[in-house]
């Protein structure tokens, strides 16, 4: 099999406990013949992968003649400069501390952990394990933790196939049984593309940003535009860069898988939609506030509110009337978007935010009967909707129906029979974001249209957004990949 993986190793010998494999060659062979008969992934188990070592040159050589490597050279140099720096891991101390909670004894203030291809033995760590794995992808990791204050890695190192014992070496195999299957691509079909495609998506969302009709409708425009697209989840992290773009269909945060994502594809040189500036411009509110305030872009009536500031809610609601909106900075699908009648429930709104976040955006009241929503890529309309709002509700998202999120109906229809301002504004306020995929929310009102949110990550659903364009909406976002790709 052409696609499947190579194993590099310095001595052969170090393979006896395991199933004899045609796909194991040392690591002077593979340096001093060039892998040409190979064209799949590596996996390098060098001993050392110190500077210039020989496993240092496996994984750099591999790079350079278009393989994939494990790990890929920039993780061999993120462990040797672990001193200088690391990479945060989201909930460290809490589940090391859960840990150490299990293990007899007086309390621990040192945890030694081996990680094979993401896994380890205890299986209070098998989370951490694979946050550290996908961090830094390194088949055999050997990672001390040290608690002074708080918890931290004293030290990460590749540890070497040889050095491990039995019950290690059980670990290994079937690590890299289940690390061959399910992370290594599968061996291509006849046709070949010119491109590959992540899509990454989460199928537990509850509003995802795509539909599985869409999913599979992006999956075959692709296809027309010589790219290969697959369905990623965050899972996929450490696979990334077997990728030549990254294109999110999930909700996406700052402090949130969708943004690292995001960040690794940037940093590696990957066409990405999102791309990680648009996810920081559009995600807060009010850095989006003071954007189209400094650009003189048309939005409600702003006013940033601080908690610290000790705001005067009789002098606000003064100067905005009642109704008037409260918005947290960082919710999506009018998730922490409230209204307050008077200034009893200004107070009690604003609190009850204050304790999501310690700045707030008040806005005055715009009550219509719809939103217009106007796509736009490479600064160009693409398509255009109207959403009304949720029934007997004054926002397109009702979250407190009987628990269940209710929107209103909609309207899909060509951008060319939407009223022209609209669109000259929604291109205005794109075109400070970037060149990516955006879906503008614009109210019509009486001084003209006005910008209510711009989002980096638009719903494209079945049905709804491609209601006017059908397959070709999906054909225009794909060739616009291509066309970035071909660049």
């Not at 590959?196 to 599985?212: G, R, Y």
């Not at 005055?364 to 106007?374: A, H, K, Q, V």
């Not at 209103?408 to 669109?423: A, I, N, T």
């Not at 075109?431 to 949110?453: M, Q, S």
Request: glycine share 6%.
């Amino acid at each position: 099999m052409q696609n499947a993986p190579l194993v590099i190793l310095d001595n052969l010998a170090d393979w006896q406990p395991y199933h004899p494999s045609q796909a194991i060659v040392s690591a002077t062979d593979y340096i001093s013949e060039g892998g040409s008969k190979h064209r799949g992934p590596i996996i390098n188990l060098c001993d050392d992968l110190s500077y210039l070592s020989s496993g240092y040159y496996v994984s750099l050589l591999a790079e350079a003649r278009g393989q994939r490597s494990l790990p890929p050279i920039s993780a061999i140099n993120d462990l040797a400069n672990l001193s200088q720096y690391q990479l945060y891991l989201k909930d460290l101390t809490k589940q090391l501390n859960k840990f150490v909670a299990t293990q007899a004894g007086t309390p621990a203030t040192q945890v030694n952990l081996l990680i094979c291809f993401g896994r380890c033995q205890e299986k209070e760590l098998e989370q951490l394990a694979r946050q550290i794995f996908e961090t830094y992808p390194c088949p055999i990791l050997e990672v001390e933790f040290k608690h002074e204050g708080r918890w931290f890695i004293s030290a990460l190192r590749n540890r070497p196939l040889s050095d491990l014992n039995d019950t290690e070496q059980n670990l290994f195999g079937n690590a890299l049984e289940g690390f061959s299957k399910k992370v290594w691509r599968k061996s291509r079909s006849r046709k070949e593309y010119r491109y590959d495609l992540a899509i990454l998506h989460d199928p537990e969302e509850s509003i995802p940003t795509s539909d599985k009709k869409a999913l599979q409708k992006f999956i075959r425009a692709a296809k027309e535009c010589d790219i290969e697209a697959e369905l990623i989840t965050q899972e996929d992290f450490g696979r990334l860069l077997e990728f030549d773009a990254l294109f999110i269909r999930e909700t996406t945060r700052i402090n949130h898988h969708t943004y690292h994502f995001a960040k690794k594809a940037e940093a590696n040189g990957m066409v990405v939609i999102d791309h990680p500036d648009a996810i920081l411009r559009c995600a807060n509110k009010v850095f989006l506030n003071e954007l189209l305030v400094k650009n003189k872009v048309p939005q409600p009536r702003s006013e940033l509110l601080v908690s610290a500031n000790s705001p005067n809610f009789t002098e606000i609601g003064e100067r905005f009337g009642y109704p008037l909106v409260l918005k947290i900075p960082d919710g999506s699908f009018s998730i922490g978007v409230e209204k307050a009648r008077n200034e009893e429930e200004f107070r009690a709104v604003a609190a009850e935010l204050f304790k999501t976040s310690t700045i707030l955006l008040v806005q005055e009241w715009l009550p219509t009967d719809f939103d217009w929503r106007i796509g736009v890529l490479n600064n160009r309309a693409i398509y255009a909707c109207k959403y009304f709002m949720a029934r007997n509700h004054w926002q397109i998202y009702n979250h407190a129906e009987g628990g269940r999120n209710k929107s209103g109906s909609f309207e899909c229809m060509g951008v060319h029979q939407v009223p022209r301002e609209v669109v000259k504004v929604a291109l205005q306020a794109t075109r400070l974001i970037g060149d990516g995929l955006y879906g503008v929310d614009i109210k019509e009102t009486a001084r003209g249209p006005v910008i209510i949110e711009i989002n980096d990550n638009p719903s494209i659903d079945s049905g709804v957004e491609d209601l006017y364009l059908g397959d070709e909406l999906y054909r225009i976002i794909m060739s616009d990949f291509e066309r970035r790709l071909d660049e």
